[in-house]
Each structure stands twice: as structure tokens, then as C-alpha cells.
Nanobody, 125 residues
Framework: VQLQASGGGLVHPGDSLRLSCAAS????????KGWFRQAPGKEREFVAA????????YYTDSVKGRFPISRDNAKNTVYLQMNSLKPEDTAVYYC???????????????????WGQGTLVTVSS
């Protein structure tokens, strides 16, 4: 299984970006999905998660209301729409998939078993 994240780039504060993460090799439609980020010199942190059906979502406080997460199981893809970007959002963003285990979503790194390669988002004026 491979997860391919894309959509990062250099933007100004207040701009928007949409990250995509496509899975290949097998369908992950029953896996909860998540986005994490890692800023320079910092640990990787949870950003957003979504249940396999898309019916449940969860966000870290700093992105609530700005970064809606969604998924299209027919395309085996999860998205992170990033609005009102701030300089502190600058990081490498990683997508991940967690195996089905009865919970709707997951927020800890160790709960995910598939990871994408990361896409860099830089927010700067």
C-alpha cells in the first residue's frame, strides 16, 4: 500500500490550499484516515481525522473551523482543505490510514499503520 500526498506549496497568510492523499495498492475505504504535520524542529502532531464513512471528524483546536477534512472512498482519496492559512501552519503534512478496529477515528501516531511521504506547506508573506 502506498499513500501519495500532494497539494502543498508556498502561499501567503490568509490563502487556501487543498491537500490530497491518494492510496494505491489496495483499497483503504474501511480505514479511518488522518492528517498530521511536522514543523521544523518540532515533533509530528495530529491535525485532523475522519472515520471510514466520513460521518465522523475530529480536529486539533488550532485548525478547527479552518481545515475541513473529507474523503472520497470511490477515489480512495482523503482531502484536507486548508483555509485562512497562518505562518504557524507551516509544516510538512502527512496523511495516514488506521486499520479498522471499532473506533471512528484516531489521533495518535502509533494508531496509524500506513503513512504518506509528506507534502510541504509554507505560509509566508
Amino acid at each position: 500500500v502506498q499513500l501519495q500526498a500532494s497539494g502543498g506549496g508556498l502561499v501567503h497568510p490568509g490563502d487556501s490550499l487543498r491537500l490530497s492523499c491518494a492510496a494505491s495498492g489496495r483499497t483503504l475505504s474501511r480505514h479511518a484516515k488522518g492528517w498530521f504535520r511536522q514543523a521544523p524542529g518540532k515533533e509530528r502532531e495530529f491535525v485532523a481525522a475522519i472515520s471510514w464513512s466520513g460521518g465522523s471528524t475530529y480536529y486539533t483546536d488550532s485548525v478547527k473551523g479552518r481545515f475541513p477534512i473529507s474523503r472520497d472512498n470511490a477515489k480512495n482519496t482523503v482531502y484536507l482543505q486548508m483555509n485562512s492559512l497562518k505562518p504557524e501552519d507551516t509544516a510538512v503534512y502527512y496523511c495516514a490510514a488506521a486499520p479498522p478496529s471499532g473506533r471512528s477515528y484516531y489521533t495518535r501516531l502509533q494508531e496509524y499503520d500506513y503513512w504518506g511521504q509528506g507534502t510541504l506547506v509554507t505560509v509566508s508573506s
